[in-house]
């Protein structure tokens, strides 16, 4: 045990200078009251509880009963909901207090945010089902679906996005933000929760994968690992820092098959039913049933 | 805390329903029991507990003291083999339900399946010796063996592919798939449980790597970051769903580098002492003490 | 609960002659003592009591209030503080040990590395505001500060690469290369502690970034996922083993912009204000201003 | 942390030569298995369980809501029957191989046992709320039937009383006797498993109140700290080793009080309506309505 | 793990009917909301708190360091007060809702509460200070006043009674007793919060002490075990329910001292100075300095 | 979450001033430095492990098997010791202090108690295997020497009195008391470490007993609930103060057995094979084989 003293009083005095000239700097001075974030902590945990309700067999309590499922999940959801609204309404009143916007509906806001997600549960588990089986036959390597459900990064990947899609729909976008990022934590996949993704989509391997805030993905894609579906370039205003929410990330059509390391740059068009290959360095939109390789994209198809 | 209701009963019906209809279509249906799937959360405990006792003064508890460290290995071992024959027991069983198996030797082979493991442990190890001292002389950095024990990722995910590739070759490949995740997303280095690899491993840096089932790797090879070595084509069957299980991942020979970003697909062979450099794209066999650059493949070697 | 025994006594046996082969032939005999390398598991934990000390209202506790804002960085500081200094004083008596060194001035040489840390944190906070800064108007999809130091993986390897770069360069490597694993597994980006970096910093989405030893970047540099900044070559000593030490990665000077997967590689120079396009491979240096993109950089820079 | 070595190795096998020498005069030599008894860590974690599952929104979790009030109880009365089945298993399992009992029919016993526990919870329900009337009723101090429930320790050893004596009269004494004793750790009350009580039970304060094995109490009693219901005479068998089994404690009958620090010894009857004074020492029985104090009884009414 | 089914539902839907039943029968009845009383679990932790912002260096964190005595203090006092807050205003608003008080001033009333024994804490140490004197002079087996407050229940019993009764004066009776029972299942040690004790109060070994809710003592009063002051009477009204709150404990004045096992009841006086023996039962006041044993009390003084 | 602030500052700085006032008056002024006093929750834990260690298939695990007992008590006997090391080392250095004492030896000094404590445990184990059956066969409702080990809280306060013992004999009077009031929170029985006590010792129930310091108990005694082995009177001292260290406790020889509520109190002895009865108050030494019983206590013995 260290006998020396820090001096701690002093450098506890010069932290709180550099924080108050930063609040100052940032228009963030406050007298009192507590931390208005929301918690990436409580987020993380709270997630567990909703993956856990809504496949309780398989990532619920490895205890779990058949004979209790409903209990289960049925007390696990309230847990949920309930952790859920208490972090929406962290950030609605965050929000307008960086707006300055003075109504006080935020508590009606969040309890409207979360019963249309709960409402939407049961329809979002037949999504996440559609997504489970095109990972099975996606992969040559899968040997059940239940392994795909309890191993598959790029399977945790998309039921984590298709709840931070629904938050970032709403106006909760750094819940969602939130979300997205624990799961790019664990699986290296990272898809900003703006993105839209249709039905069937599964991503293999997936460490390396971005896909960017306002790509537009169909039906039955496949992707496989560190493939970008990112933006071509970034417009700066005039004091030089660039410009945010135009769309500018790719629209890729139904039944697109995109293999690794493949990078789609720009508000561009994948036909539909195209096979992109690896490595393929794409900035322009191809029509359906393209089949682009590095050996064909030399002579074409972008000028 | 939330004044209202949810309508939970309704959303539990909801999603039992979807649960019921799924379990219909894939023959699912139980009236009773419990959770029948290996589970992560614990798996993730018992390697860590293996960890220790193969390395106990590097990856043990901080407070073990070198008299009591066959205690700790005695004890630790005890818990973690019990805890993997509960595991791979579990998988047995749900691999003869899937099946229709009725047979019930699943007790008897898990037991055969741990003692052998349990046997080859001392022999691990020295494989295991064999890695931390390729991870040593293979970086420049690295300034100990300890560091490479106790910082590579590259380190941490050999240790755990050795250890899944022994489940998987036993027929416990849920358990084996379990492990290489774990290693997966504490790394970002993916592989595949089936891939072979001979002594004196090693990955530098290692985000993005991926080792495909069917790989063959042999001695004192070296890879860097985002290094693929993957399948070329997945033939698909009637239905379109992609075929499971032939050989498809590259074979590399002894002694050979790949540098980083290099991807070789398809069952090609990398001849021995062979040198891949960075980023280049490999889809056919080269000879013994190749040395293949993106400058130079681009004239050959493949068609 | 398993009925059989595992001839646990013969395995343990048998480890400890594996261990105790290992140990005689890297001279690690010892007859008693305890484990005495720096902990993961520890620094992990002071990692984040320190997040919280710097950013105590958005990394600290959920219920932390502003009155006892001062109270808690206070206490936080000195908890983290004598961690540290019990992780650098083993590593500075497990480098004396391993050196041969018989003085034993470790505690002293401990105090004062810690003391100059502490310190330093008031100016560490601001270096990382300006970090926060740089992402928030680095990226179009930011929509607040906050957002940016909760949610990015690449603020957050900042923080962490900020804190093991003052390690590094006081003599505990060791502790500086754990929290810069830590970093690498939480977020897939890869610094080498040893990396000098300049103001301002950024890293977009991040993974598979590796910026390696003796890279030295500028101030106001942005990168995106999966840029190299690494080694050409690795000369290796008459024995086949690789050189240790040589200053071998890539300076990038003040205001360049890196896009995602590029590779730059070698102890080259990228001149002040240059932007290197997506998947560009740059072996030599090029000078201020220049726009390096995969067109062009075909018919040179690099001979 | 401690240079030097305790010499464990003697130690350990020393141990061991004791407990094998114990083992050896008791009849327990094992080659094999584990521990085969109840587990008092894992009793009380489901005591609390199912203390929580019987009154939910006041000794269920802080967060419970009304809603979901019917899943928590539903899941957790899960967990609780699913544990207790497992320890009573144990216990039977034990109970025979210490009797030299082969039959194998412990896991249908422990089932129906649990099975028709869990149908009696209702009516148990409804027994305890009479005794927290009584308790309500019975203390001037107190001011809801809230505070009664949460505060008072007579409540709490009642409640894992009525659950312990089910125990006991089924056969599982050893799993009835270790919830007995936790509840006397908690409170101070020690009331045998075995004891019978009637309706609407109170036990103020309570430290120190003892009732023994085979007392039978009637409705409506009332008792205060340090009472004691207990044997008058241990009657030895020929090695001076006291009997096991017999009636030997008192039986009080419908709404009697026994104020504090009151001996009652031996199978004596307490007459309906009777109160008996503080300290006094009764080894007689007495007629209903009795009013015993230290006073009257000097002169009787024993002999 | 359990095949059979427990016919769960059948319990669940029978025990919602208990409670409903109980609820009519109390007036109970609720559509929705959450737990509305104090937590035993969370007072506990919170008086862990407090008893270490109180004796930071003996009763805080063992690796607290005086440098950051100050710190730690602070902050853990606003965690304690901001929880004790909770608790209180949730008694506040469950007693309103029990009285049908429709006013809603629980919030200011709540925070006054807090904000008065917050301002009260410097002289409460005082208090304790000695409380602990008083162990220290009064055990001759005491050997330091370290000993004393580390070890003894009597001092456990007295900081928490201490804070208990500032709570039960103003009115959150039920934050006050859950303190007072965490004491007593502690200590055994049973003090109602209502009790009035004055300075440099001593306890000794103190299991099966009961002071009662009107109990009023002087200064320098030393008990010992097993001591009651209780009521005598309890006049029950006309349903032969007890009648609750009125002064019916005895006053015990300055300098008494009470050896183990003596009962005093009733509203009576034991004068200053006084003495009384082990085991006396006392029902009758006496003046100062007197010296009440066995022997001496059959003679008098009480008729 | 609380809006107001609690002004805490002032109240930190008053809290300060009187602890520095308290520490003035008792000569415990420092600057620097940490915590110096043992841990009553470290040492629960230590007492854990030991207990577990002595008793490996009944206190220790539940999941322990037969195979790996004796690796699991020598790694738990390790960590049990070594903490025990510190805490003692801690308490030899909190008490040179606080008498003046400038010698250094302490560390030797503890390891020479704990290396002395680990060579008796194999002999303390068969000490407590005696009181083990000591309590079966003077319990008549005991059914097995499991279940008394198990759950006896007489059994638990005599292994950690045994322990305690040792310590209070070597000089390490505070962890003594602290194990002693361990025991005495989780039983109601309160020996004070420095009793001696003799073989195959019972204590039935428990709630209340109090023996003294000084008090000495020879083989074979049982006693039950609520007896007291205490001191007679309390010398003072010029000041009031009570004098600390005379002999003051009884004597109790071989054979003997106390029931339920007895008190005996001064340096008297209750001669071999004494019975004294439930209740009495014995204040005079008896010869051997006495039995004393409240009525014929009343004509004698004592004066």
Not at 100 to 116: F, L
Request: hydrophobic share 40%; glycine share 10%; charged share 20%.
């Amino acid at each position: 045990m260290q006998q020396v003293n820090w001096q701690l009083d002093g450098i506890v005095t010069q932290l709180r200078a550099t924080r108050e000239q930063w609040r100052a700097q940032n228009g963030r001075e406050r007298e009192k009251g507590c931390r208005e974030l929301p918690s990436r902590h409580r987020i993380r945990e709270t997630l567990e509880l909703l993956s856990g309700a809504i496949f309780p067999m398989r990532l619920g309590p490895s205890d779990l009963r058949k004979e209790s499922e409903d209990f289960y999940v049925g007390h696990t959801l309230d847990r949920a909901l309930n952790a859920l609204h208490e972090e929406v309404l962290l950030e609605l009143r965050y929000m307008a207090r960086l707006n300055g916007d003075k109504t006080s509906e935020h508590q009606a806001a969040a309890t409207q945010i979360i019963q249309r997600f709960a409402d939407d549960l049961p329809s979002l588990r037949q999504r996440l089902d559609g997504d489970v089986m095109a990972a099975y036959y996606g992969d040559p390597a899968a040997r059940s679906v239940d392994e795909v459900l309890l191993c598959y990064p790029g399977v945790h990947a998309v039921i984590y996005h298709r709840i931070a899609h629904y938050f970032y729909q709403v106006g909760a976008g750094l819940v969602a933000r939130i979300i997205a990022e624990l799961a790019h934590s664990d699986t290296g996949i990272d898809i900003h929760p703006g993105a839209q993704i249709g039905e069937g989509f599964f991503i293999d391997h997936g460490t390396g994968v971005v896909i960017g805030e306002t790509a537009i993905i169909g039906n039955r894609v496949r992707l496989y690992q560190a493939v970008t579906l990112g933006a071509k370039r970034f417009p700066a205003d005039e004091k030089g820092h660039l410009e945010k929410g135009l769309p500018r990330h790719p629209i890729v059509e139904d039944d697109v098959v995109i293999y690794a390391g493949a990078t789609i740059l720009g508000r561009i068009t994948v036909g539909q039913g195209s096979v992109i290959g690896g490595n393929v360095w794409l900035t322009c939109s191809v029509p359906a049933k393209s089949n682009i390789t590095q050996a064909n994209i030399q002579s074409g198809p972008c000028p």
